[in-house]
């Protein structure tokens, strides 16, 4: 009782008397400090304000008025807004298995069917409590960012509590994806499955295989792991991830469309059902899907106004541009507040004029779609993607151009110069090629000179962040290679062994090796990268 008291719950139920009955029964295992929410948008901005131990979530919060607590849920877990160690306990009279189904897919703590007593829903809160303990120490050195410190304590809690071993061998995993090394991962994995043919283990392995670029191995791994456990639907969705890398969107579709079958409330699921149906030519199954998206967030507090414009471009390609204009002024009117609106309308009309034939319309709206881009950072790179294809297509040079170079600056972006530069000749436009290839060398050029900046006073971290954005800029550029391996090895010199820059470094030695292989400056950066391994005892 004692230690509960300084427990914090978080209740969120728009039912005042069920609230009244919560308090009552939390005050009862003696946590008093109790507060509430009445939806999910309230519950929103009060995590964002703080944080909680328990979040205690009536599954129906509005009667179709309002998020559900599964669509909360997701939220919540996509926007990072528990921890891994909040309590998330999902209170429910509902039977529909497709949503408990969907609901437990998502990864609450516990999952309480009403009517219960404040025996039942202590013993669920001291059972999760008592589970959650030995996981402290690292989920707080986690909250400190010290993720190698982390690994460590993960890696002597699995020695010193037997009965949690499997799962801080799942925690060292995870960790070990945050920093990019998905080979340590990938042997984590296989370690686990040679024991026990565990679900979340055999889906970690085919995600490290996947981020391995071993899509082959991923899939046939998810195909196995698919067929032995029908219910994990994560598997799923990298699974249709791997047909689609491998450009079978059709085979993509097709699973995503038995996982919804099975979970058919998963918001961002049926948001790239609809995106895959489009790429393979299925625009009455991309409508489909894009309307549930669209009706599905409407009080979402991370409403998207590009699945509108999804969804109209699904209705253009049916042919019904009168649908299609319906759903740009409904966007017009339902998501005023919104940055990115005022790129989003413009994209979606000139969809609209462009099947109408409006071939004037088509490029005031481009030119605006274009301006409003340059002052949004919010908008996703399919968006800014498919405005550099219409572009294109109504020789609006200018406007592809500059929104391209947008998208290659931004280095979360995951487009490369040379994808930018395939967009373009896939498109048939060869004679723009040449003037890109410019801007990206003048733009990496500059990117140099301001981490020399940087160098010389003394900020060894910035002046290789900075080399790392001329990297993606320009990635076989040699000066720019050259520049990134001499800073990577000069901040590991003065800060310490970084295992992610180090293999970083070696990758770039190996580039300059490709491109010339007679470069004076390779045997001295080789030197020093080995130099720096006995420095720091760094062995294999």
């Known amino acids: 009782m004692q230690e509960n008291s300084n427990l914090s719950v978080l209740v969120i139920d728009p039912n005042p008397g069920m609230r009244s009955n919560l308090q009552n029964m939390l005050n009862a295992s003696g946590i008093n400090k109790v507060e509430y929410a009445v939806n999910a948008g309230t519950a929103i901005r009060q995590l964002t304000r703080r944080a909680y131990d328990i979040v205690l979530c009536e599954y129906d919060l509005g009667s179709g008025e309002g998020q559900d607590g599964q669509q909360l849920l997701e939220d919540l877990r996509h926007h990072r807004l528990i921890s891994p160690w909040s309590i998330f306990i999902m209170l429910t009279s509902e039977a529909v298995y497709g949503k408990v189904i969907g609901a437990a897919e998502l990864a609450p703590t516990d999952y309480v069917l009403k009517p219960f007593t404040a ?103 998810l195909q196995v792991l698919v067929a032995a456990k029908p219910r994990l639907m994560a598997a799923y969705d990298l699974l249709a991830r791997c047909h689609e890398a491998a450009g079978n969107h059709a085979q993509a579709q097709k699973i995503l469309e038995e996982a919804v079958s099975v979970s058919p409330h998963m ?101 605006a779609a274009v301006g409003a881009v340059r002052n ?28 391209m170079m947008a998208v290659v600056n ?67 550029n040699l000066q720019v290679v050259i520049a990134v391996a001499g800073g990577v090895l000069r901040q590991i010199n003065e800060l310490g062994w970084d295992h992610p820059l180090g293999e970083l470094c070696l990758a770039q030695l ?19 990268y080995a130099a720096m391994r006995r420095k720091y005892g760094i062995t294999g």
């Not at 319906?326 to 507040?337: I, P, Y």
């Not at 949004?376 to 929104?403: E, I, M, P, Y």
């Not at 373009?424 to 900046?453: M, N, S, T, Y």
């Not at 490709?514 to 045997?523: C, G, K, W």
């Open 267 to 367: 918001v961002r699921r049926l948001r790239k059902l609809g995106e895959i149906a489009l790429e393979a030519g299925d625009a009455a199954a991309a409508e489909k899907s894009f309307k549930q998206v669209v009706s599905k967030a409407r009080y979402s507090e991370f409403r998207d106004p590009e699945d509108h414009v999804r969804l109209v471009k699904a209705l253009v390609k049916r042919g019904d541009v009168l649908g299609a204009a319906g759903v740009v002024r409904e966007l017009e009117r339902s998501m005023k507040a919104s940055p990115e609106l005022d790129a989003c309308v413009a994209v979606a009309h000139a969809a609209v004029h462009d099947a109408a034939g409006n071939r004037a319309g088509v490029l005031a709206d481009l030119q």
């Open 119 to 221: 025996e039942t829903l202590g013993a669920r809160i001291a059972r999760a409590l008592e589970r959650r303990a030995p996981f402290l120490p690292t989920y707080q050195l986690i909250a400190q960012t010290n993720l190698r410190e982390a690994i460590r304590s993960a890696a002597a809690a699995e020695i010193a509590h037997p009965r949690h071993a499997l799962d801080f061998a799942r925690l060292r995993a995870e960790l070990h994806v945050n920093l990019g090394e998905h080979g340590e991962a990938e042997e984590i994995y296989r370690k686990v499955l040679a024991w026990k043919p565990l679900g979340w283990a055999g889906l970690g392995l085919a995600r490290a295989q996947f981020a391995l670029g071993q899509v082959d191995d991923a899939r046939e791994t």
């Open 376 to 403: 949004s950072n919010g908008l996703s790179t399919g968006l800014k993607l498919g405005l550099v294809r219409a572009c294109l297509d109504h020789r609006f040079d200018k406007g592809a151009q500059d929104v």
């Open 410 to 476: 931004d280095q979360g972006s995951g487009v490369s110069a040379q994808d930018a530069l395939n967009l373009f000749l896939d498109a048939g436009r060869r004679d723009l090629v040449d003037g890109v290839q410019q801007q990206i060398k003048a733009q990496a050029q500059i990117l140099l000179g301001v981490a020399d900046e940087k160098r010389n006073m003394g900020d060894v971290r910035g002046a290789v962040q900075t080399l790392l954005e001329a990297l993606h800029m320009a990635p076989s």
């Open 510 to 528: 190996e580039k300059i090796r490709a491109i010339d292989a007679q470069h004076p400056r390779l045997a001295p950066l080789e030197a020093e």
